[in-house]
Every structure is written in C-alpha cells, then in structure tokens.
C-alpha cells in the first residue's frame, strides 16, 4: 500500500506547492488534492493549472494519490432542488475530467445527505428520497466515470446515509459499475462500528482509502485524534485491507490541524503510517528491547 496524505491535513492558507514539499519531505509517496469552487485548483481549472501542479510533482518526485472535494456539502445530489442536483453532477463531472486529466484513478464523491449536524441550518431530506436521487445521480455519472477512466468513490461521512456497510455495498451494486466503488473512511465509522468489518463487506468495491483516528469517549468532531491516538484497530484494519489484496493509496486526512507549529501533524502522521503499515518497526523503550532479547 502507499502513503498519501490529503491537503486538508495542512493548515488553510497552505498552498499547493508548499505542500507538495512538505508532503515530499515527510516521506509520503503522494498527496491528494481538493477540487475548490475558486482558487489554485478551482471549478475554472483547466489544462493550464494541471500542467503547472503537475510540474511541481514530477519536480518533487511526489505521486498525486487521489482528487477530492468539499463542494458536496454547499451541492449535494439529494437537495430538493433540482438546479442544486445539477450543479452537483456538473462538480463531479469536473472532478472526473481533472482526475483524467492528472492521472488519479478515483476520485472521492460525497452523495448527498439525510442531515449533517456540523453544518448550522443543514437541510433535512428524507431518507427515501434522498437515497433514489443520489442513486439515480450516480448511476447517470456512471457512464462519464468509465469513459474518464476513472472511479467515483463514495465516502462514508457523517451524512446520516448509507449508515451501514450493508448498505452501501448494496448501493453500490445497484448502480451497477465498475467505475463506482467506495472510498472508505476508516475513522468516520468508529462512533457506530468497526472499520475492520466495513472492509471485509466491501472487499474489493474499495477503491481508496483514508486513515483517520477517532476516540469514542470524546464524541462529536472532538472525537478526531491523531494516527494511533484513538479507538481504531489499525493491526485489525491493516490485516482486512490485506485480506481483500488492497494495495492502492491509504491517505491520511488529519482534521482538524494543530493551532501551533501545524506543519508537524504531517511529519508525526507519516511516522504513525509507516508503523501502520510495517515499513518501520514500533519503537520500544531500550529495557522493553532488551528484556525481549533475553525471554
């Protein structure tokens, strides 16, 4: 597996190319980007600004692991507005054609929502309705994905939808394509479930992947820790992953940054993955290595 960090984890008036360096020089081998409604990587990007972020990769050596976006929650595919739905496809089919265009295999698609607590004055929409215009939303992008070449990965996220591994995985197969999947938040389940469980349900519709940590006796947005900080059973969720032969990106998407010296959650994040994920072995104290060497 690789080890991608996403540009939320960096504080908000980072730009690109910052942390692209920041990424490089932490040790990741990638980093995912966001698509904004304006800005560096905006709704107007074009050829221009790929080729400019491109250039900044290849000069770092730094893969770009997956395209995300936020816009979902301004335009979701649920909204009892029709306009709003639209403008929500057009977003993905934007994303689609940018991802294409940088070479990322999926990208990260919120589907809507019944309610989101974090947002003050959120729409409610009901469950049933909300579940067939996100169905029928993807199922028409669908076709745009496969020619793209590229996967739309549905998140699991505090959205009050698709509240169970079950579910989505019936979702997803009721779509019916190879070009959509999930991108599976292993912290955003920890409050109601195991993460573990998730991955072996889903099995290979998982087409990427976020670490998070979350600990339940906090709840809430203040339940989200740093890597190994919290409830995840990352031996367990590593040895799922394996068992459905993952080996596409884990990206860590550290929320919310540090207030002080922010830049040092991307550093202690990519040492907390490389011990995830066994490319370093976990540091003991010099008694616990030696008591070990003697049993």
Known sequence: MKKGINIWSFSGNTSIAEAIALSKDAGFDGIELSLN?????????????VKQIKARLEEAELEIAGLATGLYWD???????????????????KQLELAAAFGVDAILVIPGAVGVDFIPGAAVVDYEYA???????????????????????????????????????????????????????VGNVVYSGYPEHWIRILGTRIKKVHFKDYRRQAGGLHGFVDLLAGDVNYPAVVEALRGIHYDNYVTAEMIPPYNHYSEQIIYNTSKSMDVILGRTPSLRPSGA???QSQS
Not at 37 to 49: K, R, W
Not at 75 to 93: F, G, H, L, Q, W
Not at 139 to 147: G, H, R, V
């Open 289 to 291: 290595r030696q008591h």
């Open 75 to 93: 335009y979701p595919m649920t909204s009892n507005d029709p306009v709003v739905r639209e403008k929500a496809m057009d977003i993905c089919k």
């Open 37 to 49: 409604e304006s800005g560096e990587l905006g709704l107007q990007a074009g050829d221009q600004e």
């Open 131 to 185: 579940y067939n215009r996100a169905q029928e939303s993807i199922s028409q992008l669908a076709p745009y994905a496969q020619s793209a070449g590229v996967s739309i990965a549905i998140e699991n996220v505090w959205n009050k939808f698709l509240l169970s591994p079950l579910e989505l995985r019936t979702f997803i197969d009721e779509v019916g394509s190879d070009f959509v999947g999930s991108y599976f938040d």
